[in-house]
Antibody
Framework: QVQLQESGPGLVKPSETLSLTCAVS?????????WGWIRQPPGKGLEWIGS???????YYNPSLKSRVTISVDTSKNQFSLKLSSVTAADTAVYYC????????????WGQGTMVTVSS | EIVLTQSPGTLSLSPGERATLSCRAS???????LAWYQQKPGQAPRLLIY???SRATGIPDRFSGSGSGTDFTLTISRLEPEDFAVYYC????????FGQGTKLEIK
C-alpha cells in the first residue's frame, strides 16, 4: 500500500532553513496526484503549507509563500520542503500527505516529524 | 482566504449518542472541495469524508457528511468509544484551509 515517511533534522536554529523530505513507497509520484505539506504547532490546529504536482507545479499558502519552496525528485520518488528564516513560531509537527485533486482531500498521510526551532 | 469556523469547540457526549459537528465557511465553498478528518492524540489526521458527503475508504457508515455553500455538517450516528477525537474540516479552493477543530470528548 502507499506509504509516506518524513525525514529531516528535529532541531533547527532561528533564522536558518528547515529542510524535510517525504519518501513515497508503494506508488510512483510520476504516475500522478498532488503531494503536500501540512504542519501542526503543539496543541494547535492544522495549517496547509503547500502542494506540488509531479511535473513540478507548486501551490503555496499565501502567508508562507515568501519563505517556502517545495520540490519533487521523481528519480528518488520523494518530495521536499524548505522553509527559510525560521522562528519559534515554525515549531510544529510537519506532515507530508497525498492530495487527491478531483475532490481535493489529503487521503494518505505520513506519521509526521516534530521540528523544533531553538538556539 | 476562506476561513472555516467549526462549532462547537468541544462536544461532550456518551457512547451510543449522536454527534453533530458544524463547519461554516466565510464564503461559498464548492461541495466537491470540502473534507473532514479525524485526529487522535499522537497520530496523523485520517480522511473521513471528501466531496462533502463521500466516505473515504474503510470509513464506517455511522459517519456521514452533508451541506453546501457555507454550511457543512459531519454527523456520527451512534458514537463508538474509538470515535472520541478531534475533527477538522478542510476546503481546497485556490488554496487549502482547515477549521480550528472540534474536540469530541466522553461525557
Amino acid at each position: 500500500q502507499v506509504q509516506l515517511q518524513e525525514s529531516g533534522p528535529g532541531l533547527v536554529k532561528p533564522s536558518e532553513t528547515l529542510s524535510l523530505t517525504c519518501a513515497v513507497s508503494g506508488y510512483s509520484i510520476s504516475s500522478g496526484y498532488y503531494w503536500g505539506w501540512i504542519r501542526q504547532p503543539p496543541g494547535k490546529g492544522l495549517e496547509w503549507i503547500g502542494s506540488i504536482y509531479h511535473s513540478g507545479s507548486t501551490y503555496y499558502n499565501p502567508s508562507l509563500k515568501s519563505r517556502v519552496t517545495i520540490s519533487v525528485d521523481t528519480s528518488k520518488n520523494q518530495f521536499s520542503l524548505k522553509l527559510s528564516s525560521v522562528t519559534a513560531a515554525d515549531t510544529a509537527v510537519y506532515y507530508c500527505a497525498r492530495l487527491t485533486m478531483v475532490t481535493p482531500a489529503f487521503d494518505i498521510w505520513g506519521q509526521g516529524t516534530m521540528v523544533t526551532v531553538s538556539s | 482566504e476562506i476561513v472555516l469556523t467549526q462549532s462547537p469547540g468541544t462536544l461532550s457526549l456518551s457512547p451510543g449518542e449522536r454527534a453533530t459537528l458544524s463547519c461554516r465557511a466565510s464564503q461559498s465553498v464548492s461541495s466537491s472541495y470540502l473534507a473532514w478528518y479525524q485526529q487522535k492524540p499522537g497520530q496523523a489526521p485520517r480522511l473521513l469524508i471528501y466531496g462533502a458527503s463521500s466516505r473515504a475508504t474503510g470509513i464506517p457508515d455511522r459517519f456521514s457528511g452533508s451541506g453546501s455553500g457555507t454550511d457543512f455538517t459531519l454527523t456520527i450516528s451512534r458514537l463508538e468509544p474509538e470515535d472520541f477525537a478531534v475533527y477538522y474540516c478542510q476546503q481546497y479552493g485556490s488554496s487549502a484551509t482547515f477549521g480550528q477543530g472540534t474536540k469530541l470528548e466522553i461525557k
